[in-house]
């Protein structure tokens, strides 16, 4: 958590550049390197709901 704002940061980039299959996370429909495929947004949300329920 941020000190001088209190918000919270999940560091998705690291994380994700660990993961095995990240080229299958950020393939997707338009697959233009912006948007993640649905694998990735699986992860994105994971991601956030462990981030959640850990508070």
Do not use: A, P
């Not at 001088?4 to 990240?22: A, K, Q, V």
């Not at 338009?30 to 508070?55: A, M, P, Q, W």
């Amino acid at each position: 958590m941020s000190v001088s704002t209190g918000s919270h940061f999940i560091d998705l980039f690291s994380n994700m550049i660990d993961l095995h299959i990240l080229t299958e996370i950020i393939r997707g429909q338009r697959n233009e390197g912006l948007h993640f495929g649905e694998l990735g947004y699986d992860y994105l949300s994971d991601e956030i709901s462990s981030k959640i329920l850990s508070l």
